[in-house]
């Protein structure tokens, strides 16, 4: 029988000192993507080093492109690019793997992978991208959970989304870039993710402007050609952290963060009463060495708006602030399913559909739980930091799907984490 490998937590210590935030998770995936659109070598630095980015560069690799890590710097070389498809291990291996489908239109016409399937927090439809792509000139074949996309030229159309996407936004922009002709996305995802990917594509030659609002246009160009370029910090790892030290009523100094890309988190956490200051361009400063409360309601939305992807860790630090707080979770249909384990601690949380009720309590007590996603698993971290004796948390690889170190983070900042069985 194997041992499972879980994180243990002796919850408690109040967390003080400094944690470097990683590369953003998010916008790693679409960059490494990108990567195939250019003839030459790119180099991306501050790469994270995450189970996620790992598939991808298989992806890449499998496609004929020369692929190397070096710690967090990744290089890339697309000259050699030989392949359109993707196989189903390597497609199940990471859902963002779709993201690869504009990459492979854009440069090579056409692609084949199958269906990414729905996920943990929801069922995660691609009918955006398939419909853009179409409007774009692609013919697309679905057959047996595999889809075949080709275009002997793909062109440059007006794609008008019914809600902000973040990865059918950056899917049409990878296609566009080396289309024919202009694309205009409307009600474009404005993540801080896309401008991310929007600067290295117009670094490495692309014409695009507007991105970071809801109208971007992409007018395409014969080539593009690799360069280096830094992957922009994570915001959700960031957001993680600063709860942890707000749940520990901590003093935490971030640095390699950018405190412009965390919007509306920010404003949330000085309503539970941290001080929280950004300061030299890459450090953000939290205080929570205070009295806390609730914040009222918490409502998901696309950027600006407040990200889903922070919901779990603010919630557990809500559980336990004076006060009732009400989430409500507007993008993913399945994204409350922390909420069960969080209550193992001793945690008052009610939901009903897209909406939960924290009702915080003063006291949570450890307990043996399982991470049911990535950032359902970073909530139990960040609640069992808080609990009253030991809390193991099981299937951990969630959880390092999108954080670099996170015991290694923690620990270095008083944290009693390890891990065991
Ligand atoms: C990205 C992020 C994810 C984050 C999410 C929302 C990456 C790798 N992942 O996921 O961490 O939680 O944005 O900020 O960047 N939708 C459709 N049809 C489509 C596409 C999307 O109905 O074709 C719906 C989704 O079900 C969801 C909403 O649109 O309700 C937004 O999803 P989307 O922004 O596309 O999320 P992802 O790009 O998958």
């Known amino acids: 029988m194997s041992v499972q490998r879980r994180l243990i937590i002796k919850g ?3 967390i003080e000192g400094e944690i470097a935030v990683q590369g953003a998770k998010n916008s790693a995936l679409p960059l490494l993507a990108a990567a195939v659109l250019c003839k030459g070598q790119t180099e991306f630095h501050n790469c994270p080093e995450l189970s996620d980015c790992g598939a991808a560069c298989r992806i890449l ?18 000259s050699t690019v030989s392949g359109s498809a993707i196989s189903e291990r390597l497609m199940r291996e990471m859902r963002s793997s779709i993201i690869f489908m504009g990459a492979l239109l854009g440069r090579t016409g056409q692609c084949r992978l199958s269906f990414p399937g ?7 439809p691609i009918d955006f991208h398939l419909e853009a792509f179409r409007q774009m000139g692609a013919k697309i074949r679905e057959e047996h959970g595999c889809i075949e996309c080709s275009a002997a030229k793909l062109r440059g159309a007006k794609i008008s989304f019914p809600i902000p996407s973040v990865g059918a ?3 049409v922009m990878l296609a566009a870039v080396l289309a024919e002709g202009t694309t205009e996305i409307h009600n474009a995802a404005r993540e801080p993710e896309i401008c991310d990917l929007a600067n290295y594509l117009t670094r490495c030659g692309a014409k695009i402007g507007g991105a970071g609002t809801g109208t971007i246009t992409i007018e395409g160009v014969k080539e593009l050609n690799g360069c280096s370029y830094t992957v922009m910090p994570d915001r959700i790892a960031a957001a993680t952290y600063l709860c942890c030290g707000a749940i520990t009523r901590g003093e935490i100094l971030l640095t390699k963060a950018d405190i412009s890309s965390l919007g509306l988190i920010v404003p949330v956490l000085e309503q539970t ?3 929280i200051y950004g300061f030299g361009g890459d450090s953000i400063y939290l205080n929570a060495r205070k009295t806390l409360k609730a914040p009222q309601s918490i409502r998901t939305a696309p950027y600006p708006g407040f990200p889903t992807d922070a919901q779990p860790p603010l919630m557990a630090l809500c559980a336990t602030l004076p006060g009732t707080t ?5 993008i993913f249909e399945n994204r409350y399913r922390h909420v069960s384990e969080l209550t193992r601690l001793g945690a008052k949380i009610n939901t009903e559909g897209r909406v939960a009720v924290v009702e915080g309590v003063n006291r949570l007590t450890g307990a043996e739980l399982e991470a049911c996603d990535l950032r359902g698993g970073a909530a139990m971290v960040t609640a069992a930091l808080f609990a009253e004796g030991t809390t193991k948390i099981g299937k951990t690889c969630y959880i390092e799907r999108g954080y670099e170190d996170i015991e290694g983070s923690l620990k270095s900042v008083g944290a009693d984490i390890r891990t065991g069985n």
């Open 326 to 330: 009400i989430f409500v979770e507007t």
């Open 169 to 171: 936004t950056e899917n």
């Open 12 to 14: 408690g210590r109040r």
């Open 273 to 275: 009463g941290c001080s």
């Open 118 to 124: 729905g996920c943990e927090i929801g069922s995660r």
């Open 61 to 78: 690799s499998s496609l004929g492109c020369g692929c190397r890590r070096e710690g967090k710097v990744v290089c890339i070389n697309a």
